[in-house]
């Protein structure tokens, strides 16, 4: 993980303006700055976006933006995948805590080693990775283009798939292709119960279940739908359904209803009823507080050594290319 930050303004929330969202546009003028955010956020940091997208839309604007300051409301690796495609501009992150359970189960010198026993393996690597296992990696995918890239590939080329298993077995599912998955996954995708979301599916029969492939097998068998945070938004548009259960992180339930407001969505539960496990604990440090101080204080920064930047950036190029 790299970056920096020359303070600490995201741990004292003093003198915040009462009107944030007014203040943000002021100094998104002023920086030319252009705010990114993961459907996953907040719902107030979702409504002041210039560009609310999944992680591939996301790489696509960060490639294309005009803007001399990238605000990145998500989580690191996709402010480093900013970074890396936006080399001579300012990116900043509301807080650097703001990690990723699938990028931190896929340690860089173990999966070197694991490379190194596959050597002639094709690394494809989902985009929720490190920079450092991005620039180990062939090619980039997201959970939107990961059957797309796959099937391009030639037959004969055996492929490692990193760091997440469960999108790797959709994957291998789709394509019939045989993977080498690494044995990663997401903390937040793992925690849906099949047993409690067949009680929410007898309770509301009527309802479809719409799934995010990095869920487990067991609750991707019983999906009526699965796709990544976009396509799902974009069926239960297009769906005469009026009721879904939707196994992803609920964030992306606030633009559903604004999408479509005549209809019903249910959060999937998670195993435990204690918590709220089935939010990414991580995307919700970011706060509209924190991104006002972000942009006040121009802190704290990605910053990428250039070796891996250069290395990382192919992968992705290749990626943009292929979709």
């Not at 996953?40 to 005009?66: E, F, N, V, W």
């Not at 920079?131 to 391009?152: F, G, L, P």
Request: net charge negative.
């Amino acid at each position: 993980m790299f970056a920096t930050a020359s303070s600490k303004p995201n741990s004292n929330l003093q003198n915040i303006p009462n009107d944030l969202f007014t203040a943000i546009n002021e100094l998104k003028q002023e920086l030319n700055a252009v705010i990114l955010a993961h459907y996953y956020q907040d719902p107030d940091i979702q409504d002041i976006a210039d560009y609310l997208g999944d992680s591939l839309g996301l790489s696509q604007q960060a490639a294309k933006t005009d803007a001399e300051v990238i605000v990145f409301a998500g989580v690191h690796f996709m402010a480093e995948t900013a970074k890396i495609l936006n080399p001579n501009k300012l990116v900043l992150l509301p807080d650097l805590n703001a990690g990723c359970s699938l990028a931190d189960s896929c340690p860089p010198q173990e999966f070197k080693a694991f490379k190194q026993a596959h050597r002639d393996h094709l690394v494809v690597s989902y985009i929720n990775c490190t920079a450092e296992i991005k620039a180990m990696s062939d090619i980039i995918c997201t959970s939107s283009n990961a059957v797309k890239i796959i099937n391009q590939i030639p037959q004969q080329q055996p492929i490692i798939f990193a760091p997440d298993r469960n999108l790797g077995r959709y994957v291998m599912e789709q394509t019939g292709r045989d993977l080498v998955l690494w044995q990663g996954s997401c903390i937040v995708h793992e925690t849906f119960s099949e047993k409690k979301i067949i009680q929410l599916k007898l309770e509301h029969p009527q309802a479809e279940i719409i799934a995010h492939p990095e869920c487990e097998p067991s609750v991707l068998r019983h999906a009526n739908y699965i796709g990544s945070t976009t396509a799902l938004l974009k069926y239960c548009q297009i769906s005469e359904n009026q009721e879904f259960i939707v196994a992803t992180e609920p964030g992306i339930i606030h633009q559903m209803e604004k999408a479509a407001p005549q209809k019903h969505f249910i959060p999937a539960p998670a195993i435990n009823n204690n918590c709220a496990c089935n939010e990414c604990p991580h995307m919700r440090l970011n706060t509209l507080e924190k991104l006002y101080l972000a942009m006040k204080n121009k802190t704290p920064e990605i910053i990428i050594p250039e070796d891996i930047r250069l290395a990382a950036l192919k992968p992705i190029q290749k990626m943009l290319a292929m979709s």
